[in-house]
């Protein structure tokens, strides 16, 4: 079965610093992969989506991700954060023409000032 | 929110109450999901649809029915609700391409 893994469940970091927020996936098919945020109190909203191409996707924010087959990985990545990105992250990947989608158990990023 | 509304957006019920809750879009869009967003869980399906009267069931279907008798509304039904069913509903919509769009969520509540 098709399977999401976010293994921090939470990242501190200081504002200005560089983050990395991972995501791995398993998957024996290909796949459409996506990083979704979550403000507080609120709906997701769509930072970026990997489908085909070049494997450095870049998204809003100032976020980008890096797809690594055969790493099956999905990691998302931005050199300076603010206050304002302190919110909760989900990996998502589908993979069929359902485009169902399958999450991640989601990370949260507290940034601190 | 992509033209996508949910109602209620808050509800508290009773355990064994039924539960309607609505997701409306005015994005003519074909594909309608419901996911159920739990601490540690992420989200997770619980039922989509691909078209008028059709549907499907997703991860986790139990306890749960849905209907959608025009594009723009689908509704998610608890029939007997439980405590276990306490969670916050997003409803998604696709317009068939592989991106989904979020609704603003339901937090329901049943004691």
């Known amino acids: 079965a098709q399977s999401v893994t976010q293994l921090d469940s939470q990242v501190p970091v200081f504002e200005e610093a560089p983050v990395e927020l991972r995501c791995n996936y398993s998957s024996s098919v290909s796949v459409y992969l996506f990083w979704y945020v979550q403000y507080p109190n609120q709906g997701l909203q769509l930072l970026l989506k990997y489908l085909s191409g070049s494997t450095l996707v870049k998204g809003i924010n100032g976020f980008e991700a890096e797809f690594n087959k055969s790493q099956t990985s999905f990691h998302l990545r931005k050199p300076s954060v603010h206050i304002s990105d302190t919110a909760e992250y989900f990996c998502a990947v589908s993979m069929d023409s359902s485009y169902k989608l399958i999450f991640g158990s989601g990370t949260r990023l507290l940034v601190r000032p | ?111």
Not at chain 2, 35 to 63: A, C, F, M, N, W
Not at chain 2, 76 to 82: F, G, Q, R
Not at chain 2, 100 to 109: H, N, S, V
């Open chain 2, 1 to 111: 929110d992509a033209g996508i509304t949910q109602s209620p957006r808050h509800k508290v019920t009773e355990t064994g109450t039924p539960v309607t809750l609505r997701c409306h879009q005015t994005e003519n869009h074909r594909y309608m999901y419901w996911y159920r967003q739990d601490p540690g869980h992420g989200l997770r399906l619980i039922h989509y649809s691909y078209g008028v009267k059709d549907t499907d069931k997703g991860e986790v279907s139990d306890g749960y029915s849905v209907s959608r008798s025009k594009t723009e509304d689908f509704l998610l039904t608890l029939e007997s609700a439980t405590s276990s069913q306490t969670s916050v509903y997003f409803c998604a919509i696709s317009d068939g391409e592989e991106t989904q769009y979020f609704g603003p969520g339901t937090r329901l509540l049943v004691l």
